[in-house]
Structures are given as structure tokens and as C-alpha cells.
């Protein structure tokens, strides 16, 4: 019942294989552009950055990254007063 009106549906649209746009693109001429040149360098510098960035927050700026309180939580005495 409902088969005949999905099968319409889907036959109207035009889609396209994965397979199909990769042999368009790649007749057609590609010149380099900016990512083409510079993505993979720019790519390397940003994780770079963020990781030194990271780094130095962890290491230097003086976060207490929520040690365990094991050991230096002691309960104080109860007062019944």
C-alpha cells in the first residue's frame, strides 16, 4: 500500500551515486585553490596551537584539576549540644 507511493517518491527525485559525482568531478578541470595550497599547513597548525595551548593551561597556570579528598578530609568530632 504504501510501497507504490515511496517508489514514486524516491524515483522522482534525481538522486545521484556517490560513484557517478566522483567520475563528473573528475573530468572536469580543477585548479588549486586556497585548501588546496595551504590545508593541510594550516591544518597542522591549529592542532599544533591548541595543543601547546592546552599544554600550558594543564602545566602552568595553576587550575586544581579536582584531586581525590582520600586522606586529607577528616571528619570532626561530634558535639551532641
Known amino acids: 500500500m504504501m510501497f507504490p507511493l515511496v517508489r514514486n517518491a524516491l524515483s522522482s ?22 585548501h588546496d595550497k595551504y590545508g593541510d599547513i594550516l591544518l597542522a597548525g591549529g592542532t599544533a596551537f591548541c595543543v601547546a595551548v592546552w599544554v600550558f593551561t594543564a602545566t602552568q597556570v595553576g587550575i586544581e584539576w579536582n584531586p581525590s579528598p582520600v586522606g586529607r578530609a577528616t571528619p570532626k568530632e561530634w558535639n551532641d549540644e
Open 13 to 34: 527525485l534525481r538522486i545521484r551515486s556517490i560513484q557517478q559525482i566522483r567520475a563528473r568531478q573528475s573530468h572536469s578541470k580543477h585548479s588549486p585553490d586556497f
